[in-house]
């Protein structure tokens, strides 16, 4: 199972590699059902993440080899941002802050997903990019309009996925694929470097596998973004007296 916990457990004690295990998942993504991906990176983009990483030990990082999807809405460095949308597209030097901190934690991207054009619908099959397909239901949506994130991570091809969600974008295809969706408090997670849909409401939001693997995605992504003009410190909760 690619739950983090798992995979980390994996790689800590000598059972497979980073290499093994994300050039499988790479040749894996490569050979996946039409309409999940709308881009993969690039073999040579990589081997440069695995060569920063076997350059260190699986100990040193929280999110140390973890595959990860990125909505295609949601900028990626050196990858195109299409929205689903190839007359919009365009290619970011940058990746947006959430990825970053995705990626300085040790998590390895491996492609832009399809999603409803310009995360303006809830179903997953507005895209020129073909129909999402539901592993638990052929023949049903997938939800969206974060669809091929939330697939990506139902059939097998990641450890968890990015989204977005403004009216239901995430949560209603973490439904769909039985997966656990993360829409966060508004301002929590930047929104650097995300297309918008409506700025004052959109959230990036986690898809994971487990619980736990939720709360160690959003701790490792919230955090207060000054280039984020709604981005809002998360206030400290004293915890409730037993």
Not at 127 to 143: F, W
Not at 177 to 190: A, I
Request: with cysteine; charged share 20%; aromatic share 6%.
């Amino acid at each position: 199972m690619l739950t983090i916990k798992n995979l980390l457990h994996q790689y800590r004690a000598g059972r497979t590699t980073v290499r093994r295990c994300l050039t499988e998942l790479y040749r894996a993504a490569s050979e996946a059902p039409a309409g999940i991906w709308i881009s993969l990176i690039s073999e040579a983009q990589l081997e440069q993440y695995l060569a920063r990483l076997e350059r260190l030990s699986p100990d040193s990082l929280p999110l140390y080899g973890i595959p990860f999807a990125v909505k295609d809405n949601i900028d990626l460095a050196g990858i195109p941002t299409t929205a689903a949308c190839p007359a919009y597209a365009y290619t970011p030097e940058r990746s947006a802050r959430v990825v970053e901190l995705l990626v300085e934690a040790g998590a390895v991207p491996l492609g832009k997903t399809n999603m409803d054009q310009f995360a303006t619908g809830l179903v997953g099959v507005r895209s020129p990019y073909g129909v999402t397909p539901n592993r638990l239901a052929p023949g049903y949506v997938a939800g969206g309009s974060s669809s091929g994130s939330a697939a990506a991570l139902a059939h097998g091809l990641c450890s968890f996925s990015l989204g977005t969600d403004t009216a239901g974008s995430g949560r209603i295809p973490a439904a769909f694929n039985e997966l656990v969706g993360v829409k966060p408090s508004r301002g929590l997670l930047s929104t650097r470097g995300v297309v918008p849909a409506c700025r004052t409401l959109d959230c990036v939001s986690i898809f994971a596998l487990t619980l736990e693997d939720a709360e160690i995605l959003l701790e490792a992504t919230a955090e207060f973004d000054p280039e984020d003009a709604y981005s809002r410190a998360a206030p400290k909760v004293n915890p409730l007296p037993c």
